[in-house]
């Protein structure tokens, strides 16, 4: 499945959490699905990205996953992602997922009293905060790297400037 289709499911399955440990389990979700897409882009994605996008990957790998009936029986949606698309697209939307499930983590820490869902959540946001950083440092090389191509495109005769002509 393409990576914006299960960064969407991820939104909608956010939204629509209840309860505390539902609101983890997608948490843990979205980080998966961080870790998949930056092992797609270490391996497949433009040079400059590989570097941030290897790190991407390796975020969390060391957290247990929360025994959640969600994450047992239907497994990461990650596994589901075949193809990532357009890169700055899907870096905007995992980007966005994960602003959303730092927030609704914050929620959860901050009205539970359960110790153990606490820590929980203070890991999670900590993970879903570190590839937020990553995400945006891959959105800001591409960034560059469309400005250096836009910059050492020739001259178009047509507008007086580089770039591409009228469409």
Do not use: F, K
Not at 10 to 19: D, I, K, N, P, W
Not at 44 to 63: F, H, K, N, V
Not at 131 to 156: F, I, K, S, T, Y
Request: a negative charge; charged letters at 25%.
């Amino acid at each position: 499945m393409e990576a914006e289709r299960l960064i969407a499911t991820g939104r909608h399955a956010l939204a629509e959490s209840r309860v505390a440990l539902d609101i983890v389990a997608e948490a843990w979700q979205a980080q998966t699905l961080a870790q998949a897409i930056g092992s797609h882009l270490a391996l497949c994605g433009p040079m400059e990205l590989r570097s941030e996008a290897r790190g991407l990957s390796e975020i969390g790998g060391g957290r247990a996953v929360v025994e959640h009936p969600a994450l047992r029986t239907g497994g990461p949606r990650a596994a589901q992602l075949t193809t990532l698309g357009d890169a700055r697209a899907a870096l905007t939307a995992l980007g966005a997922l994960l602003g959303e499930v730092g927030i609704a983590l914050v929620g959860v820490a901050c009205a539970t009293d359960e110790e153990g869902l606490y820590w929980q959540c203070i890991e999670a946001i900590d993970a879903a905060d570190e590839a937020g950083d990553r995400v945006r440092a891959m959105l800001r090389r591409l960034a560059v790297r469309e400005r250096e191509r836009e910059r050492d495109r020739p001259p178009d005769p047509a507008r007086g400037r580089a770039g591409p002509g009228p469409r």
